[in-house]
């Protein structure tokens, strides 16, 4: 059954180190996304990606890569460059502009200690 | 620059009444809604959604309804049950572009 895979669910960094994480889908969408939810912020766009080996920056994406090797998958890597990484990162894909909605992965909680 | 607005971040509703939430936008280039459910630690689930050339969509207790002229949109919930109580995200988005705008959300509770 299709959908979008977030992991991990939780993850604890030190304050330096870069952290991966990972978005799979199997829904065969064109289109993947990051967003990152803070308290009181709503969703922010960090990243987007149309096709195969295409991203383009979102609004927030200083401090943050990502790359899209196959079209399944949309890994986002936290760098130690982004000033206040503790959040909830979402990922999210679609077909393509005016095809509907997004949909959601559950979600990965990033703390950094 | 907020350009997709919900300006109240919390609402309380006896279940089986009402439940109205407000979102508000600035880019008269929208034209495409959305309204997504989210509980704590997950991800958002899509609810219903509207393009601009209507204004009323329903499916079930759920209907959404868009002002342009206000540039304005709610989602009406009836009758509302405690499983409702979540928070609400609204998004925006402009025909042949990527990017979803959401907004910021409102916490509904419904009271048993």
């Known amino acids: 059954d299709g959908g979008i895979t977030q992991s991990p669910k939780y993850l604890f960094r030190k304050e330096g180190q870069n952290v991966t994480l990972s978005c799979e889908q199997n829904l065969n969408h064109d289109a993947m996304y990051w967003y990152r939810q803070d308290p009181g912020q709503g969703l922010r766009l960090i990243y987007y990606s149309q096709i195969v080996n295409d991203f383009q920056k979102g609004d927030i994406a200083e401090g943050y890569s990502v790359s899209r090797e196959k079209k399944e998958s949309f890994p986002l890597t936290v760098t130690s460059a982004q000033k206040n990484p503790t959040a909830f990162y979402l990922c999210?894909?679609?077909?393509?502009?005016?095809?509907?909605?997004?949909?959601f992965g559950e979600g990965s909680r990033l703390t950094v200690l | 620059d907020q350009q997709v607005k919900q300006n109240s971040p919390s609402l309380s509703v006896q279940e089986g009444r009402i439940s109205i939430l407000n979102c508000d936008y600035t880019?008269?280039?929208?034209?495409?809604f959305l309204w997504y459910k989210k509980y704590p630690a997950e991800g958002p689930t899509f609810l219903i959604s509207i393009s601009s050339i209507k204004d009323k969509n329903e499916d079930g207790r759920f209907t959404v309804f868009l002002n342009k002229s206000a540039k304005h949109l709610s989602l009406h919930i009836v009758p509302s049950q405690p499983g409702d109580s979540a928070v609400y995200f609204c998004a925006a988005s402009a025909r042949g572009t990527y990017k979803y705008i959401f907004g910021t959300g409102t916490r509904l509770k419904v009271l048993a």
């Open positions: 880019n008269s280039m929208f034209d495409y």
């Open positions: 999210a894909s679609n077909l393509g502009p005016d095809t509907g909605e997004l949909f």
